[in-house]
C-alpha cells in the first residue's frame, strides 16, 4: 500500500505563485516515477509533470510548461510542484500520483483556485 499525502493548495490572484507538496509513504525511490494530475470540474484529470526516480528527468503538460516546476527533496522524501505565473485555467483539484507494484495510486487533492 501507498499513501500520498498532498498540501500547498489555496487560493491566488493571476499572476501569483503556489507550491504543492506531495509526501509518499514509501521512498520516492520505490517509484519508477511521481506525477501530478490536475482535474478542473466538467473535465478529464490531465496529467501537469512526472519526474523520474531514477535520473529526475522531467516532463511538463505544454499549458504548463516555463510556468511550473516539478523537483523533489530526498531527504525530505517530497516531491514539489513549484507553480508561477498562475492562471484563472489553472484553477482544478491537483493530485499526486504515482504506481507501485503496477497499482495506481492518488493523494486526496489539493484545492488551486486562480483568481482573475
Known amino acids: 500500500q501507498v499513501q500520498l499525502v498532498e498540501s500547498g493548495g489555496g487560493l491566488v490572484q493571476a499572476g501569483g505563485s503556489l507550491r504543492l507538496s506531495c509526501v509518499p509513504s514509501?521512498?520516492?525511490?520505490?517509484?519508477?516515477?511521481i506525477n501530478w494530475y490536475r482535474q478542473a470540474p466538467g473535465n478529464q484529470r490531465e496529467l501537469v509533470a512526472r519526474?523520474?526516480?531514477?535520473?529526475?528527468?522531467?516532463d511538463y503538460a505544454d499549458s504548463v510548461k516555463g510556468r511550473f516546476t516539478i523537483s523533489r527533496d530526498n531527504a525530505k522524501n517530497t516531491v514539489f510542484l513549484q507553480m508561477n505565473s498562475l492562471k484563472p485555467e489553472d484553477t482544478a483539484v491537483y493530485y499526486c500520483?504515482?504506481?507501485?507494484?503496477?497499482?495506481?495510486?492518488w493523494g486526496q487533492g489539493t484545492q488551486v483556485t486562480v483568481s482573475s
Open positions: 500520483h504515482t504506481v507501485w507494484r503496477s497499482i495506481g495510486y
Open positions: 514509501r521512498s520516492i525511490f520505490s517509484f519508477n516515477a
Open positions: 519526474i523520474t526516480s531514477s535520473d529526475g528527468s522531467t
